[in-house]
């Protein structure tokens, strides 16, 4: 089992920057794939963006040039750099974890709510 705990969501007006972590226990070792997802009021969940264990990422196109995903192996933790914040970014920030059998694993989120 994977615990994921997410943190650093907050208030920003827009242009504004946060930086999102989350924090993985458990049988991190399973992990392959840790990725970001949003979600809004009234839409779906969607991709922000994901990075592999050999720290390659991929991103949305919404967020490409703005956002910046991380992960510290050493500390268990990914990060979400989030700059030029807009208010359409404003939502419930989402951590997971897949492992290499494509099973995964879920923070309970984060919000972020982004002001004009």
């Known amino acids: 089992q994977v615990q994921l705990v997410e943190s650093g969501g907050g208030l920003v007006q827009a242009g504004g920057s946060l930086r999102l972590s989350c924090a993985a226990s458990g049988s991190i070792f399973r992990i392959n794939v840790m990725g970001w997802y949003r979600q809004a009021p009234g839409k779906q969940r969607e991709l922000v963006a994901a990075i592999n264990n050999g720290g390659i990422a991929n991103y949305a196109d919404s967020v490409k040039g703005r956002f910046t995903i991380s992960r510290d192996n050493a500390k268990n933790t990914m990060y979400l750099q989030m700059n030029s914040l807009k208010p359409e970014d404003a939502a419930v920030y989402y951590c997971?974890?897949?492992?290499?059998?494509?099973?995964?694993?879920w923070g309970k989120g984060t919000l972020d709510t982004v002001s004009s």
């Open positions: 997971k974890g897949t492992t290499a059998y494509d099973t995964s694993s």
